[in-house]
C-alpha cells in the first residue's frame, strides 16, 4: 500500500498492471511489443549513461537514438557487461544511490565478492507485478483459502519479499520460514506448515526434498500429515523428471516457477500449464553462442540455444544492459494456446557447468532429466562420475524412505536409465541406495553442479569447495 502515499507511484502501478494483464490477455500484437522493446531499451541505454559511473564509461560510444531496432546486428553495437563487471565495479554499476532503494540485498558471494542489488519502488513494482500476473493462473487452480509458505535461503535475499508481496496482490496468506536459521530450524518449519496447514510451498527443489527428509526422520509423512496442493520452486536448477518426483512425494502439484537472479531480477516466470514464460515486458532477451558471443539463430522449430543475455526494459536502481548471464538457455518461439503469450525458456544449466562424459557433452538439465525420468519416490539424489580403466563411468545415488512402513518405497527401473545412459553418452551406470551427502542442499547458494555432481575424474574446483563448506557450516 506504499503507493497510496505517492501520486506518482501510485499512477505508475496502476499502469504497469493494466499493462502486464492486457499482454497475458493477448491483447499486445507483435509490432507493439517490438515498439515497447526498442523504446524502452534506448530509454535504459540513455538512464545508465547518465547516472551509473560504470555505465558512463562503458557506454560512452553508444547513441542510443542511433539504434533503429533490436536486431542481433544493431545489438552487438552495445558491448556486454558480464559478472566480472559487476565484481570489479561494485556500486559504480548502481544508477541510483542506495538512499533511493527501498530494501537491500545482495549475491550470495560463496565463489566471489558479494555485489549489491538494491530494488527502488520501480524495480519491485514492475517485477512482482509480472510475477502477480503470472502466478495467478496458477493459484487460481487452487482456490481462494491459501496459506503459502516461503523458504528461502537468507535474509539478504529477495525471496521473502518477492513472494510475500506477490501472494498478498493475490489475496493468499504468507508465512516466511528459514528452516537453515538458528531460530526456526526444520522441526518448527514443519510444524509450521503442518498446523496452519499450509497449501502451498515456495522453495528451492532441494529445500522441498530437505522438508520431506526432515518430515520422515520425525514420524511423519509428507503426504498423509501435510495439505500442500501446489509447490512452487525456484533457485536451482529443476527438470521436469525432478518436479514429479517432488510431487509424488508430497502429493502437491509443483512448478518451476521462476527463473531469476538477485542481480537481473526476473527473467522467466511459470504459468499454469507448467511452461516457464519470459517476461517480455521487462527485459529484451538474446541469445549468443558462449564462445564466440555471436548471436544464435532459430533452428527450424524457432529454438535458439545458447547463452542468454538480458536488457533491463525498465529504469530503477541497477538496470543492467545486455548482461551475459552465464546460463546455457532453450529459448522457444510464443505459441497459440498456451497459458500465456510469452516464448518460453528452459535453463539447461551453467554455461561453465557443461560436462563431457563418455562419447559427449551434456547439460546439467539434460543429464538430470536423463537419468531421473524413470525413478519416482526418492527423498535426494547425487550423480557421482568415476574413470574407471580409462572409461567413464556414472553412479546414481538414491536417498530412499525409511523402510519402516512410513514411507512408500522408491520405484527405480536401472535397466531403463542404464539403457538411456548408454544410448545418450556411450558409458555404463551404476545405482547406489542410502542418504546423501549434505552437499545436496546447497544448489541455491553455490551452484547445481556443485551440489549435485561429485566428479572425482578431477580434484575438487572452487566452487565445489564453497559447497563443501557450506554444508560443513551447516552440519555444525
Not at 494483464?21 to 523504446?39: I, K, N, P, V
Request: charged content about 25%; some cysteine.
Amino acid at each position: 500500500m506504499f503507493t497510496v502515499f505517492n501520486e506518482e507511484l501510485d499512477r505508475t502501478a496502476r499502469e504497469i498492471r493494466d499493462r502486464h494483464q492486457a499482454f497475458a490477455r493477448g491483447d499486445w500484437s507483435d509490432a507493439g511489443l517490438a515498439e515497447h522493446q526498442l523504446r524502452e531499451l534506448r530509454r535504459t541505454l540513455a538512464y545508465v549513461k547518465e547516472k551509473s559511473p560504470f555505465y558512463a564509461r562503458h557506454l560512452a560510444r553508444v547513441e542510443p537514438g542511433a539504434l533503429t531496432s533490436t536486431a542481433p546486428e544493431q545489438l552487438a553495437t552495445v558491448p556486454f557487461t558480464t559478472k566480472d563487471d559487476l565484481r570489479r565495479e561494485f556500486e559504480n554499476v548502481l544508477s541510483l544511490p542506495l538512499s533511493k532503494a527501498w530494501i537491500f540485498y545482495e549475491t550470495t558471494g560463496t565463489t566471489g565478492r558479494s555485489t549489491p542489488c538494491p530494488r527502488d519502488n520501480t524495480d519491485s513494482l514492475h517485477n512482482n507485478t509480472a510475477l502477480t500476473v503470472y502466478y495467478d493462473t496458477i493459484f487460481r487452480q487452487f482456490g481462494d483459502e491459501q496459506v503459502i509458505g516461503v523458504s528461502g535461503p537468507t535474509e539478504l535475499h529477495a525471496f521473502g519479499d518477492t513472494f510475500g508481496d506477490v501472494c498478498r496482490n493475490l489475496g493468499h496468506a504468507v508465512a516466511k520460514m528459514w528452516p537453515h536459521s538458528p531460530m526456526v530450524g526444520y522441526d518448527r518449519a514443519l510444524e509450521t506448515l503442518r498446523v496452519l496447514p499450509a497449501t502451498g510451498l515456495f522453495s528451492t527443489p532441494g529445500m522441498a526434498l530437505s522438508l520431506a527428509k526432515k518430515a520422515y526422520a520425525a514420524g511423519l509423512h509428507p503426504r498423509r500429515d501435510f495439505h500442500l496442493d501446489v509447490v512452487m520452486c525456484t533457485g536451482e536448477l529443476a527438470s521436469p523428471s525432478l518436479l514429479a518426483n517432488i510431487g509424488e512425494v508430497w502429493g502437491a502439484k509443483v512448478y518451476n516457477a521462476l527463473y531469476a537472479s538477485q542481480e537481473a531480477s526476473v527473467m522467466g516466470a511459470a504459468g499454469a500449464d507448467g511452461a516457464l514464460y519470459t517476461a517480455p515486458l521487462l527485459n529484451l532477451y538474446e541469445v549468443i553462442d558462449p564462445d564466440t558471443g555471436h548471436a544464435v539463430a532459430p533452428g527450424a522449430d524457432g529454438v535458439r540455444t545458447g547463452e542468454l543475455v538480458v536488457t533491463s526494459l525498465y529504469q530503477g536502481s541497477k538496470p543492467l544492459v545486455r548482461y551475459r548471464t552465464g546460463d546455457l538457455v532453450r529459448l522457444g518461439p510464443a505459441a497459440a494456446g498456451r497459458t500465456l503469450p510469452a516464448p518460453t525458456l528452459e535453463v539447461l544449466g551453467r554455461t561453465r557447468d557443461l560436462l563431457h562424459i563418455g562419447e559427449g557433452h551434456i547439460s546439467g538439465y539434460d543429464l538430470e532429466e536423463l537419468l531421473l525420468t524413470h525413478p519416482r519416490g526418492y527423498l535426494d539424489y547425487q550423480i557421482v562420475i568415476d574413470a574407471v580403466d580409462g572409461q567413464d563411468e556414472l553412479t546414481l545415488h538414491l536417498e530412499t524412505p525409511p523402510a519402516d512402513g512410513a514411507g512408500d518405497g522408491v520405484r527405480v527401473d536401472e535397466d531403463a536409465i542404464a539403457r538411456a545412459v548408454r544410448e545418450r553418452l556411450g558409458v555404463p551406470t551404476r545405482f547406489a541406495y542410502g542418504p546423501t551427502s549434505s552437499v545436496t542442499t546447497t544448489g541455491a547458494m553455490v551452484s547445481w553442479k556443485a551440489a549435485r555432481v561429485e566428479d572425482r575424474r578431477s580434484a575438487p574446483d572452487q566452487e565445489r569447495a564453497a559447497a563443501l563448506a557450506v554444508a560443513g557450516g551447516r552440519a555444525q
